[in-house]
Protein backbone atom coordinates (compact mmCIF):
# COMPACT_ATOMS: atom_id res chain seq x y z
CA UNK A 1 0.00 0.00 0.00
CA UNK A 2 1.51 2.82 -1.10
CA UNK A 3 1.77 6.06 1.00
CA UNK A 4 -0.50 8.17 -0.44
CA UNK A 5 -3.36 5.64 -0.36
CA UNK A 6 -2.12 5.53 3.59
CA UNK A 7 -2.53 9.08 4.23
CA UNK A 8 -6.45 9.04 2.39
CA UNK A 9 -7.54 6.51 4.58
CA UNK A 10 -6.05 8.09 7.28
CA UNK A 11 -7.93 11.36 6.58
CA UNK A 12 -11.30 9.61 5.72
CA UNK A 13 -11.42 7.61 8.86
CA UNK A 14 -10.77 10.79 10.74
CA UNK A 15 -13.40 12.33 9.26
CA UNK A 16 -15.96 10.02 9.70
CA UNK A 17 -14.61 9.79 13.15
CA UNK A 18 -15.31 13.52 13.79
CA UNK A 19 -19.12 12.96 12.39
CA UNK A 20 -19.16 9.85 14.94
CA UNK A 21 -18.53 12.21 17.72
CA UNK A 22 -20.89 14.80 17.18
CA UNK A 23 -23.34 11.92 16.53
CA UNK A 24 -22.50 10.46 19.96
CA UNK A 25 -23.15 13.95 21.42
CA UNK A 26 -26.39 14.46 20.28
CA UNK A 27 -27.39 10.57 21.31
CA UNK A 28 -26.37 11.59 24.54
CA UNK A 29 -28.40 14.81 24.79
CA UNK A 30 -30.99 12.89 23.70
CA UNK A 31 -30.46 10.72 26.85
CA UNK A 32 -30.50 13.20 29.13
CA UNK A 33 -33.50 14.50 27.95
CA UNK A 34 -35.64 11.65 28.12
CA UNK A 35 -33.98 10.90 31.90
CA UNK A 36 -35.54 14.16 32.89
CA UNK A 37 -39.24 13.59 31.21
CA UNK A 38 -38.91 10.02 33.03
CA UNK A 39 -38.06 11.39 36.44
CA UNK A 40 -40.65 14.76 36.19
CA UNK A 41 -43.24 12.12 34.84
CA UNK A 42 -42.53 9.98 38.36
CA UNK A 43 -42.78 13.23 40.54
CA UNK A 44 -46.31 14.71 38.58
CA UNK A 45 -47.16 10.96 39.15
CA UNK A 46 -46.23 10.29 42.41
CA UNK A 47 -44.83 6.92 41.04
CA UNK A 48 -42.10 5.43 43.33
CA UNK A 49 -41.63 9.13 44.46
CA UNK A 50 -43.33 11.29 46.37
CA UNK A 51 -45.79 13.44 44.37
CA UNK A 52 -43.95 17.04 43.81
CA UNK A 53 -45.65 18.82 40.66
CA UNK A 54 -43.36 22.22 40.87
CA UNK A 55 -40.41 20.09 40.48
CA UNK A 56 -41.70 17.93 38.29
CA UNK A 57 -42.53 21.22 36.07
CA UNK A 58 -39.01 22.00 36.44
CA UNK A 59 -38.09 19.24 35.42
CA UNK A 60 -40.59 18.82 32.39
CA UNK A 61 -39.22 22.31 31.40
CA UNK A 62 -35.54 21.33 31.39
CA UNK A 63 -36.23 18.34 28.99
CA UNK A 64 -38.42 20.65 26.94
CA UNK A 65 -35.42 23.46 26.48
CA UNK A 66 -33.63 19.97 24.86
CA UNK A 67 -36.24 19.05 22.23
CA UNK A 68 -38.16 16.84 24.08
CA UNK A 69 -41.84 16.60 22.55
CA UNK A 70 -43.43 14.56 25.41
CA UNK A 71 -42.23 16.54 28.12
CA UNK A 72 -43.03 19.79 26.31
CA UNK A 73 -47.13 18.15 25.96
CA UNK A 74 -47.22 17.01 29.73
CA UNK A 75 -46.06 20.49 31.05
CA UNK A 76 -48.29 22.55 28.55
CA UNK A 77 -51.66 20.00 30.08
CA UNK A 78 -50.15 21.42 33.26
CA UNK A 79 -50.41 24.32 33.16
CA UNK A 80 -53.61 23.94 31.04
CA UNK A 81 -55.59 22.32 33.87
CA UNK A 82 -53.47 23.95 36.89
CA UNK A 83 -52.39 20.52 37.59
CA UNK A 84 -50.31 21.20 40.64
CA UNK A 85 -49.30 24.37 39.47
CA UNK A 86 -50.97 27.63 38.77
CA UNK A 87 -53.36 27.22 35.58
CA UNK A 88 -52.04 29.54 32.63
CA UNK A 89 -53.32 28.92 29.36
CA UNK A 90 -50.51 31.24 27.83
CA UNK A 91 -47.75 29.49 29.00
CA UNK A 92 -49.79 26.11 28.03
CA UNK A 93 -49.93 27.17 24.34
CA UNK A 94 -46.24 27.47 24.19
CA UNK A 95 -45.30 24.67 24.88
CA UNK A 96 -48.24 22.98 22.90
CA UNK A 97 -47.21 25.01 20.19
CA UNK A 98 -43.28 23.09 20.50
CA UNK A 99 -45.32 19.79 20.98
CA UNK A 100 -46.94 19.94 17.83
CA UNK A 101 -44.35 21.56 15.84
CA UNK A 102 -42.81 18.17 16.36
CA UNK A 103 -45.54 16.15 15.59
CA UNK A 104 -47.78 15.68 18.45
CA UNK A 105 -51.01 15.64 16.75
CA UNK A 106 -52.77 16.19 20.45
CA UNK A 107 -50.90 18.98 21.32
CA UNK A 108 -51.75 20.68 18.21
CA UNK A 109 -55.71 20.00 18.76
CA UNK A 110 -55.55 21.68 22.52
CA UNK A 111 -53.73 24.77 20.94
CA UNK A 112 -57.45 25.51 19.53
CA UNK A 113 -58.56 25.26 23.56
CA UNK A 114 -56.42 26.97 25.31
CA UNK A 115 -55.66 30.42 22.38
CA UNK A 116 -52.45 32.37 22.12
CA UNK A 117 -49.01 31.83 23.20
CA UNK A 118 -46.68 33.93 25.54
CA UNK A 119 -45.02 36.25 23.43
CA UNK A 120 -41.63 35.77 25.43
CA UNK A 121 -39.68 32.81 25.66
CA UNK A 122 -40.49 30.96 29.60
CA UNK A 123 -37.54 31.67 31.65
CA UNK A 124 -36.67 28.06 32.09
CA UNK A 125 -36.29 27.80 28.06
CA UNK A 126 -33.62 30.10 27.94
CA UNK A 127 -30.12 28.69 27.61
CA UNK A 128 -28.02 29.03 30.42
CA UNK A 129 -25.23 30.60 28.67
CA UNK A 130 -26.43 32.27 25.33
CA UNK A 131 -29.59 31.60 23.67
CA UNK A 132 -28.42 31.15 20.43
CA UNK A 133 -25.73 28.61 20.42
CA UNK A 134 -23.60 26.08 22.23
CA UNK A 135 -19.71 27.82 21.60
CA UNK A 136 -18.05 24.35 22.95
CA UNK A 137 -19.75 22.45 20.23
CA UNK A 138 -17.97 24.46 17.49
CA UNK A 139 -14.62 24.26 19.15
CA UNK A 140 -14.80 21.30 20.53
CA UNK A 141 -13.72 19.14 17.29
CA UNK A 142 -12.01 19.96 13.84
CA UNK A 143 -13.95 20.72 11.19
CA UNK A 144 -15.01 17.80 9.15
CA UNK A 145 -12.75 16.76 6.31
CA UNK A 146 -15.24 16.19 3.58
CA UNK A 147 -12.54 15.43 0.57
CA UNK A 148 -12.35 12.72 2.11
CA UNK A 149 -16.21 11.66 2.44
CA UNK A 150 -18.44 13.66 0.06
CA UNK A 151 -18.37 11.97 -3.98
CA UNK A 152 -15.40 13.89 -5.67
CA UNK A 153 -18.33 15.59 -8.35
CA UNK A 154 -20.26 16.98 -5.16
CA UNK A 155 -17.33 18.09 -3.76
CA UNK A 156 -15.46 20.09 -6.89
CA UNK A 157 -19.14 21.27 -8.09
CA UNK A 158 -19.46 23.30 -4.33
CA UNK A 159 -16.03 24.11 -4.83
CA UNK A 160 -16.54 25.77 -7.48
CA UNK A 161 -20.32 27.05 -6.77
CA UNK A 162 -19.63 28.47 -3.58
CA UNK A 163 -17.46 31.27 -3.84
CA UNK A 164 -19.45 32.61 -6.51
CA UNK A 165 -22.49 33.27 -3.83
CA UNK A 166 -19.92 34.26 -1.19
CA UNK A 167 -20.23 31.29 0.81
CA UNK A 168 -17.42 29.34 2.77
CA UNK A 169 -18.07 25.71 0.69
CA UNK A 170 -17.29 24.11 3.82
CA UNK A 171 -20.38 25.50 5.18
CA UNK A 172 -22.27 24.45 1.98
CA UNK A 173 -21.09 21.00 1.92
CA UNK A 174 -21.73 20.36 5.83
CA UNK A 175 -25.60 21.51 4.93
CA UNK A 176 -25.71 18.81 1.98
CA UNK A 177 -24.15 15.92 4.58
CA UNK A 178 -26.47 17.16 6.92
CA UNK A 179 -29.38 17.17 4.35
CA UNK A 180 -28.64 14.42 1.87
CA UNK A 181 -25.82 12.69 2.75
CA UNK A 182 -24.46 13.54 -0.84
CA UNK A 183 -27.09 11.69 -2.38
CA UNK A 184 -28.79 13.77 -5.54
CA UNK A 185 -31.91 12.06 -5.43
CA UNK A 186 -33.06 11.77 -2.01
CA UNK A 187 -36.71 12.71 -0.85
CA UNK A 188 -38.02 13.49 2.51
CA UNK A 189 -41.22 12.34 3.86
CA UNK A 190 -42.04 16.43 3.58
CA UNK A 191 -41.08 16.69 -0.54
CA UNK A 192 -37.74 18.04 -0.09
CA UNK A 193 -35.78 17.25 -2.61
CA UNK A 194 -32.21 16.77 -4.09
CA UNK A 195 -28.87 17.13 -2.25
CA UNK A 196 -29.88 20.52 -0.55
CA UNK A 197 -33.27 19.01 0.37
CA UNK A 198 -35.06 22.01 -1.34
CA UNK A 199 -38.84 21.67 -0.77
CA UNK A 200 -41.12 23.01 -4.38
CA UNK A 201 -41.85 26.14 -2.38
CA UNK A 202 -37.93 26.58 -2.09
CA UNK A 203 -37.33 25.56 -5.80
CA UNK A 204 -39.68 27.55 -7.23
CA UNK A 205 -38.79 30.59 -5.13
CA UNK A 206 -35.30 30.46 -6.47
CA UNK A 207 -36.10 29.33 -10.09
CA UNK A 208 -35.03 25.68 -9.66
CA UNK A 209 -36.17 23.74 -12.41
CA UNK A 210 -35.10 20.05 -11.99
CA UNK A 211 -34.38 19.61 -7.82
CA UNK A 212 -32.24 16.10 -9.09
CA UNK A 213 -29.68 18.38 -10.95
CA UNK A 214 -26.76 18.61 -8.72
CA UNK A 215 -25.83 21.59 -10.40
CA UNK A 216 -29.48 23.29 -10.23
CA UNK A 217 -30.17 21.72 -6.89
CA UNK A 218 -26.49 22.96 -5.06
CA UNK A 219 -27.14 26.62 -6.86
CA UNK A 220 -30.74 26.80 -4.97
CA UNK A 221 -29.79 25.99 -1.88
CA UNK A 222 -26.68 28.49 -2.23
CA UNK A 223 -29.16 31.02 -3.13
CA UNK A 224 -31.30 30.33 -0.08
CA UNK A 225 -28.43 29.98 2.21
CA UNK A 226 -26.79 33.31 1.14
CA UNK A 227 -30.09 34.65 1.88
CA UNK A 228 -30.33 33.50 5.50
CA UNK A 229 -27.29 34.26 6.10
CA UNK A 230 -27.72 37.95 5.04
CA UNK A 231 -31.00 37.91 7.22
CA UNK A 232 -29.33 36.52 10.28
CA UNK A 233 -26.12 38.72 10.20
CA UNK A 234 -24.31 35.60 9.85
CA UNK A 235 -24.89 33.81 12.88
CA UNK A 236 -24.59 30.04 11.92
CA UNK A 237 -26.39 28.74 14.40
CA UNK A 238 -29.59 30.54 13.60
CA UNK A 239 -28.85 29.99 9.87
CA UNK A 240 -28.59 26.10 10.25
CA UNK A 241 -31.72 26.40 12.72
CA UNK A 242 -33.84 28.34 9.61
CA UNK A 243 -32.37 25.93 6.45
CA UNK A 244 -34.13 22.97 9.20
CA UNK A 245 -37.05 24.47 10.57
CA UNK A 246 -38.03 27.55 8.66
CA UNK A 247 -37.06 31.16 9.31
CA UNK A 248 -40.54 31.87 10.74
CA UNK A 249 -39.86 29.10 13.28
CA UNK A 250 -36.68 30.64 14.53
CA UNK A 251 -38.49 34.16 14.89
CA UNK A 252 -41.26 32.86 16.57
CA UNK A 253 -38.80 31.29 19.61
CA UNK A 254 -36.41 34.19 18.92
CA UNK A 255 -33.36 31.29 18.36
CA UNK A 256 -33.04 28.26 17.86
CA UNK A 257 -36.18 26.42 18.62
CA UNK A 258 -36.74 23.39 21.15
CA UNK A 259 -37.36 21.00 18.91
CA UNK A 260 -34.39 17.89 19.37
CA UNK A 261 -34.34 17.18 15.75
CA UNK A 262 -32.97 21.31 14.79
CA UNK A 263 -30.76 21.20 17.93
CA UNK A 264 -29.02 18.38 17.01
CA UNK A 265 -28.81 19.65 13.12
CA UNK A 266 -27.77 22.88 14.49
CA UNK A 267 -24.92 21.60 16.56
CA UNK A 268 -24.18 19.11 14.03
CA UNK A 269 -23.57 22.16 11.29
CA UNK A 270 -21.60 23.94 13.79
CA UNK A 271 -19.35 21.33 14.73
CA UNK A 272 -18.85 20.34 11.11
CA UNK A 273 -18.11 24.09 9.88
CA UNK A 274 -15.73 24.78 12.63
CA UNK A 275 -16.92 27.60 13.41
CA UNK A 276 -19.97 30.36 14.81
CA UNK A 277 -20.05 33.05 12.18
CA UNK A 278 -19.61 33.30 8.42
CA UNK A 279 -19.42 36.67 6.23
CA UNK A 280 -22.56 37.96 4.51
CA UNK A 281 -23.47 40.48 2.38
CA UNK A 282 -26.24 43.18 4.03
CA UNK A 283 -27.19 44.26 0.49
CA UNK A 284 -29.43 40.91 0.15
CA UNK A 285 -31.86 41.55 2.63
CA UNK A 286 -32.50 43.41 5.49
CA UNK A 287 -31.74 41.81 8.92
CA UNK A 288 -34.37 39.93 10.88
CA UNK A 289 -35.92 41.67 13.79
CA UNK A 290 -35.56 38.55 15.68
CA UNK A 291 -31.96 40.03 16.31
CA UNK A 292 -32.42 43.26 17.95
CA UNK A 293 -34.22 41.16 20.35
CA UNK A 294 -31.31 38.50 20.88
CA UNK A 295 -29.00 41.40 21.32
CA UNK A 296 -30.76 43.23 24.23
CA UNK A 297 -31.68 40.21 26.19
Known amino acids: MSKQVKQKRLRMALAVMSVLSVWQAHAQEGSLAHGLFQQALALENGEGVMR??????????KAARLGDA???YNLGWMHANGRGIPRNDALAAYF????AGQGIEAAQRMLTVVGEPVPEKP?????????????????ALPRVDYQSIAPRKIFDLVAKLAPLFKIEPQLALAIISAESNFNSFAVS????????????????RFNVKNAFDPAQNIRGGLTYLRWLLAYFEGDVALVAAAYNAGEGTVE???GVPPFMETRSYVKRILASFGGLVHPFDEKITRPSPVLKKLRVR
Do not use: H, W
Open 252 to 254: RYS
Open 70 to 72: EAQ
Open 52 to 61: DAQLAANLYC
Open 123 to 139: ECMREPATPVAEPQVAA
Open 189 to 204: PKSAQGLMQLIPETSE
Open 96 to 99: FKAA
